[in-house]
């Protein structure tokens, strides 16, 4: 089962591409990869990128979607709910 959505929507006359990533399994990032490839071919001029109700899932996977959209050498982190 795949983890992301997506598809082009026009805005005021401008193409953006819409990924909804409903986990992040092992594969994600290959999967948001192509996702954005596809769209970049259809003449997306940005993204939007829709995480809500997303189960979490494996943090490498996140930080490797995160790689994505943020320079390298920021800092992530993972907070534990305390209490």
Excluded: C
């Excluded at 089962?1 to 992040?24: C, N, P, T």
């Excluded at 940005?46 to 494996?58: E, M, P, S």
């Amino acid at each position: 089962v795949s983890s992301v959505a997506s598809g082009l929507e026009e805005v005021d006359g401008r193409k953006i591409g819409y990924m909804r990533l409903q986990m992040f399994g092992e594969k994600t990032d290959e999967e948001l990869e192509g996702a954005m490839r596809s769209l970049e071919n259809q003449g997306a001029e940005g993204y939007i990128l829709d995480l809500r109700n997303n189960g979490g899932g494996y943090i490498v996977s996140a930080v490797d979607v995160v790689s994505k959209f943020v320079p390298t050498g920021s800092v992530v982190t993972s907070v534990e709910e305390r209490g």
